[in-house]
């Protein structure tokens, strides 16, 4: 079975500059999550799906951030513009959820972004 | 915002010992995991613990969970090289999100 893939792995740009990341989860899982983690600390969640529902997010920064799941199944987070600050991993996650339970979160190989 | 804190923030110990680190949350859970992240790799799970569980076992992982005390353990018992890595607990709540404490560095020397 395969895990969860993203794209670009890395991405270098210039501040001010639009990025955007693909995310394309595990199959039949209902539930995706972008995170966002810095340099020695845990992912932070910015925006959680279920289905085409984003549920949560709370935590994205809705003056630059973007994301958009259509169809349910794959997603894009965008930046636009980036700022020095935005550099990290952003990392996708998805899972599948039974009712009133839920469960692990699988996650893909992360885009790591420089903003020079 | 970090909500779970795990201690030690670093571990180093030699092959064969065991590792124990701890996680400390602050509010209610639905259940609580623990991940690994190599160095340059993605999270994986290793365990998920549930708010009415006491203990867990996968392989040479123990993991306890004490609600009372807000707190977990993981145990690494009869460790080895390829275990360095870092350790985050996660806790999920009432409403599905997972969030990460700052982990616990590991490192396993031969």
């Known amino acids: 079975e395969a895990g969860v893939v993203q794209s670009p792995r890395y991405k270098i740009i210039e501040k001010k500059q639009p990025v955007a990341f693909w995310c394309n989860p595990i199959?039949?899982?209902?539930?995706l999550y972008w995170y966002r983690q810095n340099l020695g600390q845990g992912p932070e969640l910015l925006i959680r799906y279920e289905n085409e529902e984003a549920v949560d997010d709370s935590q994205l920064p809705k003056d630059r951030f973007s994301a958009e799941r259509l169809k349910g199944v794959d997603s894009t987070l965008k930046i636009q513009p980036a700022e020095l600050g935005d550099s990290a991993v952003y990392l996708c996650?998805?899972?599948?959820?039974?009712?009133?339970?839920?469960?692990?979160?699988?996650f893909g190989p992360g885009t790591r972004l420089t903003v020079l | 915002s970090q909500q779970g804190e795990e201690d030690p923030q670093a571990l180093s110990i030699q092959e064969g010992e065991n590792a124990t680190m701890n996680c400390s949350y602050k509010?209610?859970?639905?259940?609580l995991q623990w991940y690994r992240q190599n160095s340059g790799r993605g999270l994986v799970h290793l365990i998920l613990?549930?708010?009415?569980?006491r203990e867990k076992h996968s392989g040479r992982l123990r993991v306890t969970l004490d609600t009372s005390k807000k707190s977990s353990s993981l145990l690494i018992t009869a460790s080895r090289a390829a275990d360095t890595a870092s350790y985050f607990c996660a806790r999920t709540d009432s409403w599905g999100k997972l969030q990460f404490g700052a982990g616990t560095q590991v490192v396993v020397t031969p």
């Open positions: 996650a998805s899972s599948s959820r039974l009712a009133g339970s839920y469960n692990e979160q699988f």
């Open positions: 199959s039949g899982h209902n539930t």
């Open positions: 509010t209610s859970i639905n259940n």
């Open positions: 613990i549930r708010s009415n569980e």
